[in-house]
């Protein structure tokens, strides 16, 4: 008898600890555990990329989430490998800042096979995530393009530099670029050369341009603000940025003091803030299991000296 009492506390224990595992197995919320969100960032010496990295780690932060951030350096194969070691690991949901469309796509399909919620953020992969949370860069371009459209009375030679070839922004703002050069057959496209959104790249690409074509150039369209801040030093140090107007795209701290001073002509303010924070809401929602937006597009704004004071911190 004394046996059978044991037995059946034994039992009664199973069923007790079974009733508080959550139904899809996993005891995290019930038994007080945080949940943890691994995401892996195209690169971390790219300074809109931290921008956003530091609105997840600070709304992770509030939420009370345990966030694992990792750089990916520019290579889809390295970012791959780190969802994988993301699953392995067991977190509860992955947010991913892709480093190019179609190779970093198996990392999407890797979470989703294994259930795991995978957000993209800021950039966008050929596979479909579990969500989205960014800005539509076709318009972005658009933005841009109309307003050197605008400066240059229709007619004049522009300079484009891409972003890293085969990611989701340089591929769309290439698409919205070349729509409004249709547009507008008086503009005509001089050149076109990656940067790899750098600043040191974008001076160097500016700088074999200027030898190339010199006066012939009206505007240069840089994909990114830390190109576009490379091209300004060049045609600074090359005494000819007062005959050039310079766009760029994010509107970082630096590029909106350009503006600000008029070496930068104008920028498209993208929201680090609200896709950072954003897609830790998203991820901890789909984590959850609770109602999440698939897909949340923020709006780029045009930024110029009228009205730089407004994003000015």
């Known amino acids: 008898m004394k046996t059978n009492l044991i037995f059946a506390a034994l039992i009664a224990t199973v069923l007790f600890s079974g009733c508080n595992q959550s139904q899809d197995g996993s005891s995290g919320e019930s038994s007080g555990e945080k949940l943890v969100i691994g995401a892996t960032m195209l690169s971390m010496q790219n300074e809109f990329i931290v921008n956003v990295s530091d609105e997840m780690e ?13 750089d990916a350096e520019r290579s889809a194969l390295k970012q791959v490998e780190q969802v994988e070691s993301f699953i392995a690991q067991g977190v509860d949901a992955i947010i991913m800042n892709p480093c190019e469309v179609e190779a970093s796509s198996p990392a999407v399909k890797l979470a989703m096979n294994a259930n795991i919620p995978i957000i993209n953020v800021n950039s ?5 995530p579990t969500a989205f949370v960014g800005s539509d860069d076709t318009e972005s371009a658009r933005i841009a393009m109309r307003y050197l459209a605008k400066k240059l009375g229709g007619k004049g030679n522009i300079l484009m530099m891409h972003g890293f070839m085969g990611q989701a922004a340089q591929l769309k703002r290439d698409n919205g670029a070349k729509e409004i050069l249709k547009a507008n057959p008086g503009l005509k496209l001089l050149a076109e050369q990656t940067g790899e959104w750098d ?3 974008g001076m160097s690409l500016t700088e074999n341009w200027i030898q190339s074509y010199g006066s012939q150039i009206n505007a240069i369209f840089a994909h990114n603000d830390e190109m576009g801040m490379g091209a300004v030093k060049a045609l600074e140090a090359a005494g000819i940025k007062n005959k050039v107007i310079v766009v760029s795209v994010d509107a970082i701290p630096d590029a909106l003091q350009a503006v600000k001073k ?4 104008a920028t498209v303010f993208q929201n680090a803030r609200e896709q950072g924070s954003k897609a830790i809401e998203t991820a901890v929602k789909a984590a959850k299991k609770e109602a999440f937006e698939k897909e949340a597009l923020i709006p780029f704004q045009l930024v110029t000296k009228e009205n730089v004071g407004e994003f000015l911190k």
Do not use: C, F, M, Q
């Not at 966008?124 to 479909?128: F, Q």
């Not at 008029?262 to 002509?265: N, W």
């Open 58 to 70: 600070a709304k992770a932060k509030e939420l009370g989430v345990e966030l694992i951030t990792v």
């Open 199 to 201: 600043r040191a790249k």
């Open 124 to 128: 966008e992969t050929s596979a479909k």
């Open 262 to 265: 008029g070496t930068l002509d």
